[in-house]
Each structure stands twice: as structure tokens, then as C-alpha cells.
């Protein structure tokens, strides 16, 4: 199961890090994190393999966000900077199956995914 943490309201520019952590045993699978604003689709916004060697980003994210993980502790970030009106959404931490998919912005890759975490940015 995966559970994710640190959403909340902030004001455009501030930051916010999110975390997402999976119960059980360790898993070899890329984790991906995904937003979904009111009226929206869901948004891919960054993935990172399962040996942190491959990590992508949505453009909407680019330089201003970061994802990382740590196996020992089962958990995996999101670290979101120079936030804007536009990233309010829920945020959803998700696991593929597979240790990392090419197709890794599609949300019909991953296999599990958390509750969700509202973020909010003000203007």
C-alpha cells in the first residue's frame, strides 16, 4: 500500500515536500508521482527507477520540482519549489511493477497507487 503525506496550503513561490511511503516488503518498481487538478485528467509529473538511475519530469515541472527516494526507508519525494497557482491539485504517488517503463508518463503503467495529497498554492 502506499500512503502520501505534505500537502497543504502554501503561497505562490513558497515550497512544499511531499512524501509518499509504501508498506510490506521492499519494492523493485519505478515510482511515479501524478496531479490531478478539478476538471482535469490526471498529470504526469515526475518518475524515478527503481535504482534512482532514471528520472523524468512533466515540462510543467522542470527545474522547480525533484523526486527522490530512499529504498532503506521505503519512501519516495517530491520536492516542489517555486510553486504556482497552476500546481493546485490532489498528488498522487503511484508504483509500476517493473523496476521502470518507457512509457512512464502514462498513468495506465503503474499498478498502485496512493490516496492522494491536496496541494494548494495561493496567489
Known amino acids: 500500500q502506499l500512503q502520501a503525506f505534505g500537502g497543504g496550503l502554501v503561497q505562490a513561490g513558497g515550497s512544499l515536500r511531499l512524501s509518499c511511503e509504501w508498506s510490506?516488503?521492499?519494492?523493485?518498481?519505478?515510482m511515479g508521482w501524478f496531479c490531478q487538478a478539478p476538471g482535469k485528467e490526471r498529470e504526469f509529473v515526475a518518475v524515478?527507477?527503481?535504482?534512482?538511475?532514471?528520472?523524468y519530469y512533466g515540462d510543467s515541472v522542470k527545474g522547480r520540482f525533484t523526486i527522490s527516494r530512499d529504498n532503506a526507508k521505503t519512501t519516495v519525494y517530491l520536492a516542489m519549489n517555486n510553486l504556482k497557482p497552476e500546481d493546485t491539485a490532489v498528488y498522487y504517488c503511484?508504483?509500476?511493477?517493473?523496476?521502470?517503463?518507457?512509457?512512464?508518463?502514462?498513468?495506465?503503467?503503474?499498478?498502485?497507487w496512493g490516496q492522494g495529497t491536496l496541494v494548494t498554492v495561493s496567489s
Open positions: 510490506g516488503r521492499t519494492l523493485r518498481h519505478a
Open positions: 503511484a508504483a509500476d511493477k517493473s523496476p521502470f517503463s518507457r512509457t512512464y508518463f502514462l498513468s495506465s503503467v503503474y499498478d498502485y
Open positions: 524515478i527507477s527503481w535504482n534512482s538511475g532514471g528520472i
